[in-house]
């Protein structure tokens, strides 16, 4: 630890990745509210699709990089426990929203193709109506839904 007063060298081309990673993240923000606009009026179901699938990957490469922050020997010897709170409410929002939306959509769309497979309406392409016997098995399946 450095004495009051005492200047120590700081290594800033990790302060300068810090600033790229807050710019890059800054222009993403900006991206995908962009795109939120432009779905609201103009988006189908598979931009909508892309879009979704977009942010997930994203959420996940952050939620990576969080995860090494912390376990970064500079950060976590240095972030204040007003930080850390910060952090651990805004974590604790988005896990209990991402639960609640799986589980009401994983809800509504057992739902919706538990009312399908009854009309009729699921497209023979991608649902397979049981298993065979040897799938049962061996454990395996083929790509698509099973009603």
């Keep these: 630890m450095s004495k009051p007063g005492e200047v120590r060298v700081v ?3 990790f302060l300068k990745q ?6 890059v993240q800054k222009k993403l ?4 509210k962009e795109t939120s606009k432009r779905l609201e009026s103009e988006g189908d179901r598979l931009d909508l699709i ?3 699938r977009s942010a ?3 959420m996940m490469r952050t939620i990576k990089a969080f995860d090494n922050w912390l376990q970064d020997p500079i950060i976590i010897s240095h972030i204040s ?7 651990w409410h805004t974590v604790q929002n988005i896990l209990t929203a ?7 959509h994983t809800g509504d769309m057992r739902t919706l193709l538990e009312k399908l497979a009854r009309e009729g309406k699921l497209n023979p392409l991608v649902a397979v109506a049981k298993q065979s016997e040897e ?7 083929p790509p698509t839904m099973m009603i």
């Excluded at 810090?18 to 710019?23: F, I, Q, S, T």
């Excluded at 923000?29 to 995908?32: K, P």
């Design 18 to 23: 810090l600033d790229e990673w807050v710019k």
């Design 29 to 32: 923000l900006e991206t995908f």
């Design 98 to 104: 991402l639960l609640e939306i799986d589980i009401k």
């Design 50 to 52: 892309v879009a979704t």
């Design 56 to 58: 997930f990957q994203h």
């Design 81 to 87: 426990k007003e930080m850390l709170l910060e952090v």
């Design 135 to 141: 799938e049962e098995t061996t454990g395996r399946r």
């Design 11 to 13: 290594d800033y081309s």
